[in-house]
Every structure is written in C-alpha cells, then in structure tokens.
C-alpha cells in the first residue's frame, strides 16, 4: 500500500507477545477506580456465597440472578441489589461473555422491578449545611492549632468549592486510598480575595483530566469569606511540611481520613442529619439562594 509522506508512522520496535499481554492487563486493572473495584469484588463474593448456599451452578443464568433478586432484596434495600448486579456483572464478564445479556433479560428486570415496588425503603437525604452552623463551626475551632487551621479551611473549602467529602479527605480504608486524588499543595493559586487549586480526579472523571476549583470571597458572607481562614491554614502547613505534596495535611504529616473530618464537625454541629453529603448540599442551597441558575451551582 503506497502512503502520503504525511502519513508514514514513525519507525517502533514490536514487542513480544507476552510484554503485550502484561501491558493490556495492567490497562485492565486501571479501567475502574480502585475503591469501585473492591465494591465489585464484595458483590462478587455476595453472589457466590448465594449459589455456594442453594447449590447453584455460579453461571449467571436469567434465573439464578433472579433467584438472587428476590432473595437478596429481602435482606438488603433492593435499590443495593441493582447496584450489586452492576458489580457482579463486571467481575463475571471475562468468565461468562452474555452476563449482561441475562441481566437484561425480562426475569430479571421485572423481579427486581417487583422488589422494588414491595420492599424499597425511602432515602435518608441529609440536611444541607447552613451558615449558622459554618458560624458554630468556626467558633468551636478558633484556637489556632494546625488541626483546628485545617478543619476550618477545609469546612469553608468544602461548602463555597461545592466538593465532596472524599475530594477533600482520603478514604477511612487504607486499600481505597489512591494518592492521584490528593490536591496538589503546587496546584494552589491565589491573591488577596480567592484561591484554587486542581482537583485532580473522582469517579466522574474517568481519564483524570482534573477540574480547576476557583473560590471567591465575593461569593460568601463577609465574616465567612474563606480565602483568610485558607491562607492561615497554608502558611501552618507550609511551616510544618514544606517538601510534602498533598495539600490538605493534619499535624501528623498526613491526609486528613473521612472520620477526622467528620468528628470535628459532628462536635460543632451536633445534629445526626448533617453528614458528609451536607458540605456540598449546603453550598449549593445558599448558591441558590443568591439566584445562581442550576448550571453554574453544578
């Protein structure tokens, strides 16, 4: 085949067969997010102790996973079980290529469809939080430690930045943990009324692209303008651990986990409906509440 000049490919060598195979299952490994896979594997295990107890043959046969609908949605909310048949579907698809066709097969949507209906429980949704509670917050954690810098930088990063709880903390489960999720203390950009930074990736973002986070003063109240609560927390940080990478460090040199968050504001706000969805969710309302429209809160 003759080609354009433009068109010729640089001269690379082949590789052997086997470094091929190596490589692709490496790229197999990283396509999903490492706390995704353990959820998957956990389903996994969920469905085979099901066929280990009713002696079932563990092909995925429309109705094994229907015999697994039914009885898994009266011992967990069967909204979990759709979310475990995505799992189990994953895990078994290298094993048994038509999983995803017997998931679709009428048997089972319409057993789970009927579970639904029977058994589904209502969603506990958590309170968003308000700025009287960030006010409370702030003041049970005025003493200045570096843990209390942190938590209050973090506090007020969380609700103007609209994050998430695990974009800011690492996981309380050290196997979930991935140091590619961590922000960058060289990310962060500021002046005297902002500062961002990278979020280098979640769950969304499946290629981590990373997302840069600008947050105002002129957005929030003035007496909760988090870009001095920020810069104080930085400056502590950066006099304790200046050659460390991850930005957000408690004084141990470590990422604050999920519960080190969480029982600090727990014992500012003492309400059991604000949670870690609350960060976000309250961000969002009072965003609301100034007339953003929907796609600048998201």
């Known amino acids: 085949m003759d080609l354009a000049p433009s068109a010729r490919q640089p001269t690379r060598e082949p590789w052997a067969l086997e470094r091929l195979i190596h490589a692709r299952a490496v790229?197999?490994?990283?396509?999903?997010?490492?706390?995704?896979?353990?959820?998957y594997t956990s389903h996994l295990q969920s469905y085979l102790s099901f066929c280990k107890i009713h002696a079932f043959p563990i092909d995925p046969t429309p109705d094994t996973l229907s015999f697994y609908v039914v009885?898994?949605?009266?011992?967990?909310?069967?909204?979990?079980?759709?979310?475990?048949?995505?799992?189990?579907?994953?895990?078994?698809?290298?094993?048994?290529?038509?999983?995803?066709?017997?998931?679709?097969?009428?048997?089972?949507?319409?057993?789970?469809?009927?579970?639904?209906?029977?058994?589904?429980?209502?969603?506990?949704?958590?309170?968003?939080?308000?700025?009287?509670?960030?006010?409370?917050?702030?003041?049970?954690?005025?003493?200045?430690t570096h843990g209390d810098l942190l938590f209050r930088a973090m506090l007020l990063s969380g609700f103007f930045g609209l994050h998430r709880l695990g974009e800011l903390t690492d996981s309380d489960d050290p196997a979930r943990r991935d140091d590619r999720k961590l922000i960058r203390r060289a990310s962060v950009v500021r002046d005297?009324?902002?500062?961002?930074?990278?979020?280098?990736?979640?769950?969304?973002?499946?290629?981590?692209?990373?997302?840069?986070?600008?947050?105002?003063?002129?957005?929030?109240?003035?007496?909760?303008?988090?870009?001095?609560?920020?810069?104080?927390?930085?400056?502590?940080?950066?006099?304790?651990?200046?050659?460390?990478?991850?930005?957000?460090?408690t004084s141990e040199g470590t990422p604050p986990t999920r519960s080190w968050f969480l029982s600090r504001l727990r014992r500012s706000v003492p309400d059991p409906n604000i949670a870690g969805q609350s960060l976000r969710a309250g961000g969002a309302t009072y965003f609301a509440s100034l007339g953003w429209p929907d796609d600048r809160v998201q």
């Open 27 to 39: 790229a197999l490994g990283h396509a999903i997010d490492r706390s995704t896979s353990i959820s």
């Open 71 to 144: 009885y898994m949605s009266h011992h967990i909310k069967p909204s979990s079980v759709e979310t475990y048949l995505s799992g189990i579907c994953h895990q078994l698809e290298r094993l048994f290529p038509d999983v995803r066709a017997a998931r679709r097969h009428p048997l089972v949507v319409r057993s789970l469809a009927g579970c639904k209906r029977m058994l589904n429980t209502p969603t506990r949704r958590r309170l968003p939080l308000e700025t009287d509670q960030l006010r409370a917050a702030l003041r049970d954690s005025a003493l200045a």
């Open 192 to 249: 005297a009324r902002s500062y961002g930074y990278l979020l280098p990736g979640h769950k969304a973002d499946r290629f981590f692209d990373g997302s840069r986070v600008l947050i105002l003063d002129d957005n929030a109240p003035g007496d909760l303008r988090p870009t001095g609560f920020f810069s104080a927390y930085l400056a502590s940080r950066d006099a304790l651990f200046p050659l460390l990478s991850p930005l957000w460090l």
